[in-house]
């Protein structure tokens, strides 16, 4: 996990999304060991996995990161 202040985005590595809804993201994120429905609405626009069958960088936002807490 790391946090970027200047775009207040909270970011995971070698994420995977395995499913979708028309709101949310279901997406694993190994740096956790977890699987978590993140809203589309906070999905960082920096994220490299936005819809089903995305590998990569997760990016949401540093608000929901801390109410879901998903920081360290």
């Known amino acids: ?7 207040d985005a909270v970011y ?9 809804t028309a709101k949310a993201v ?11 429905w993140i809203p589309k609405s906070q999905v960082h626009e920096d994220s490299e996995v936005e819809e089903k069958g995305d590998e990569g960088a997760l990016a949401i936002t540093a608000w ?5 807490g998903l920081e360290s």
């Open 1 to 7: 996990m790391l946090r970027n202040p200047s775009s």
């Open 12 to 20: 995971f590595d070698g994420c995977t999304v395995e499913a979708e």
């Open 26 to 36: 279901l997406v694993v994120i190994p740096d956790l060991n977890k699987k978590v």
């Open 64 to 68: 929901f990161a801390e109410k879901e």
